[in-house]
């Protein structure tokens, strides 16, 4: 098992895949093809099982011809009544929302604006609209383009992200559930919820079990609430958050960076959260867990 954020928070098979994304290149025989649409599938219905009755063959065949693109390919899955039934009519709207940016550009929403923009698109345009809103979008381009398969990027710390996203992307995806709804505890309801609608960051718990490493990441019921025992160091919320920093990597920053240790903890006020995750970021560090101090 290796050693890292990716190992420790429930996220290693993303950490695989993010290393090597499935690309088609020119030249590219069928076998590379068949192996690009099973990862398209994998990627946009949520490691879900697809029976040979339920493949898009049409599809299929006309990206093995060369007649559309990877992210064609994409649209044409996620707009397929097969997705659409598993994921936009079983579940609730914003679960479905949420999923759709997990598995169209591989991250969580940024916010409830973004997430409240999907819905009205939905109300105003209808469902193939709001597919299109994610594939067409410049972000996708940038991202994928036109050649290169969807993949999970939102979970590593990133420049310019927030720490609400950072941890809303591990409350996506943490876990080894078999798919994106089998398995998963919240079902077809919001995995979000109230943290959503109150653009809240959302505690990074460790696994429930060292031994079955990752089979659940379920905060205590009154993990909002959790006192502190620094007291007045807490801030206004009342609340101190336990960081820990691990797997150092340099990150193209040419001074020597405190981090050098394979493991480091802080103890970080609720309102300089923000503040300290961009500086364990930019000096180099990986964050392997936030949990409320009781």
């Known amino acids: 098992m290796p050693f890292g954020p990716a190992s420790l928070l429930g996220v290693e098979r993303f950490s695989e895949e993010s290393e090597a994304p499935f690309e088609l290149i020119p030249g590219d025989d069928d076998a590379r093809k068949e192996q690009i649409i099973r990862a398209v599938y994998k990627q946009v219905l949520g490691n879900a099982y697809v029976m040979d009755s339920e493949r898009q063959v049409v599809a299929e065949?006309?990206?093995?011809?060369?007649?559309?693109?990877?992210?064609?390919?994409?649209?044409?899955?996620a707009k397929s009544d097969l997705y659409r039934s598993r994921f936009f009519e079983s579940c609730a709207r914003y679960r479905y929302i949420?999923?759709?940016?997990?598995?169209?550009?591989?991250?969580?929403?940024?916010?409830?604006?973004?997430?409240?923009?999907?819905?009205?698109?939905?109300?105003?345009?209808?469902?193939?609209?709001?597919?299109?809103?994610?594939?067409?979008s410049d972000e996708y381009q940038n991202a994928f383009g036109e050649w290169t398969v969807p993949f999970q990027r939102g979970w590593k710390t990133e420049s310019c992200g927030t720490m609400q996203e950072f941890t809303w992307s591990f409350q996506l995806l943490r876990g080894n559930s078999s798919s994106s709804l089998k398995g998963d505890l919240a079902g077809i309801s919001s995995k979000l919820g109230g943290s959503a609608y109150q653009n809240r960051a959302?505690?990074?718990?460790?696994?429930?079990?060292?031994?079955?490493?990752?089979?659940?990441?379920?905060?205590?019921?009154?993990?909002?609430?959790?006192?502190?025992?620094?007291?007045?160091?807490?801030?206004?919320q009342g609340l101190t958050y336990r960081v820990e920093v691990t797997a150092y990597s340099a990150n193209n920053v040419r001074r020597i960076s405190r981090y050098t240790?394979?493991?480091?903890?802080?103890?970080?006020?609720?309102?300089?959260?923000?503040?300290?995750?961009?500086?364990i970021h930019r000096e180099g560090g990986k964050i392997a867990s936030i949990t409320p101090v009781t």
């Open 61 to 77: 065949s006309q990206f093995k011809l060369g007649e559309i693109s990877v992210r064609d390919l994409v649209r044409r899955i």
């Open 98 to 136: 949420e999923l759709a940016f997990r598995h169209l550009l591989g991250r969580a929403p940024a916010d409830f604006e973004e997430m409240r923009g999907h819905s009205e698109r939905l109300d105003s345009s209808g469902y193939d609209a709001d597919i299109d809103s994610f594939v067409d």
């Open 202 to 236: 959302i505690p990074v718990v460790p696994p429930s079990s060292t031994e079955a490493l990752g089979w659940s990441f379920r905060p205590s019921p009154n993990l909002q609430d959790a006192p502190t025992r620094l007291g007045v160091g807490a801030g206004e």
């Open 261 to 279: 240790r394979s493991n480091r903890v802080f103890y970080v006020p609720f309102d300089k959260l923000s503040e300290q995750f961009k500086r």
